[in-house]
């Protein structure tokens, strides 16, 4: 799927040291980029979730505890 200039690929790896490995390897290499729309504080996660359900977020919702 692409977006401009920048190609977006979702994908749902199997969760184990040797991935988690490899992710951390393309994040600190800023190959891969986590957007996140938006952050909540904990109090106000019911706000995170109706802007998630609204379809509003353009990338990730982060609640900051």
Known sequence: ???GSTTVRLVTPA???ENLTALLRLLESGEVK???DQTYALGQAASAVRH???HHASGKIAIVV
């Open 1 to 3: 799927m692409g977006l």
């Open 15 to 17: 969760v184990n040291h």
């Open 34 to 36: 986590v957007v996140i």
């Open 52 to 54: 998630m359900l609204d």
